[in-house]
């Protein structure tokens, strides 16, 4: 008689599977992908090493899942803030806000999410999510267009200018070197004029009127 993978075998299989991914999540967290092992995260899964290459063929491919569910969780974020109440250009700061902000208090974990040289099937990912980013942006864009908040003739090139903007901006402030600064109480950028400067930028970008009292 064919053995058959009874539906509590598989629940179970899932739930470590979950359990793992939870693990190398909170690895990444603390130290960047370079800081996720394979010994290392089976012991504090609670399992053998060996055990980790049922779920996963490799390191690659467990830091692109990780990669994958860091980042759709920073998708749905900002899709809600893109596409709550209020008009595009609300709509926008309030987006850049909450994403510089969720960055920054995950300064490890949203700097090796933008930045960290990772295995190629990491990069892969980010460029595909990128792409997500953009879709986001161009959606945004052209509700802004419609309700009279931006102007924007190419849509679809800004909105690839937009996520560029967005990453390469938070890069310095999350960097090691910044966070190391931080630490050791010398001065640096904050959160708050961080997100000052990007959301004006970007207003300024799409045409936007400027918020009162923007600094020039």
């Not at 974020?77 to 902000?101: P, V």
């Not at 930045?115 to 595909?128: C, F, G, I, T």
Request: hydrophobic share 45%; proline share 4%; with cysteine.
């Amino acid at each position: 008689m064919a053995y058959r993978t009874t539906q509590a075998r598989l629940e179970r299989d899932q739930a470590l599977r979950e359990h793992i991914l939870e693990c190398a999540l909170q690895q990444v967290a603390e130290g960047g992908f370079a800081a996720l092992a394979m010994g290392t995260l089976a012991a504090s899964a609670g399992i053998a090493t060996g055990s980790l290459y049922r779920y996963f063929p490799g390191k690659a491919a467990l830091a692109s899942e990780v990669f994958t569910r860091a980042t759709r969780v920073e998708i749905d974020n900002l899709k809600t803030a893109f596409f709550s109440q209020g008009d595009a250009d609300q709509r926008l700061r309030r987006g850049i806000a909450q994403f510089a902000a969720r960055a920054w208090h995950s300064r490890q974990l949203a700097y090796a999410l933008i930045a960290e040289p990772v295995e190629a099937e990491v990069d892969a990912q980010r460029l595909r999510y990128r792409e997500a980013y953009a879709e986001l942006f161009t959606r945004l864009i052209r509700q802004g267009n419609e309700d009279g908040s931006f102007r924007v003739s190419n849509i679809p090139v800004t909105a690839a200018c937009m996520v560029g903007t967005v990453a390469e901006s938070l890069i310095g402030p999350l960097s090691p070197q910044a966070r190391a600064l931080r630490a050791s109480g010398l001065p640096s950028e904050s959160l708050e004029s961080v997100t000052r400067a990007l959301t004006l930028f970007c207003l300024r970008a799409l045409g936007a009127k400027e918020p009162e009292n923007a600094p020039c």
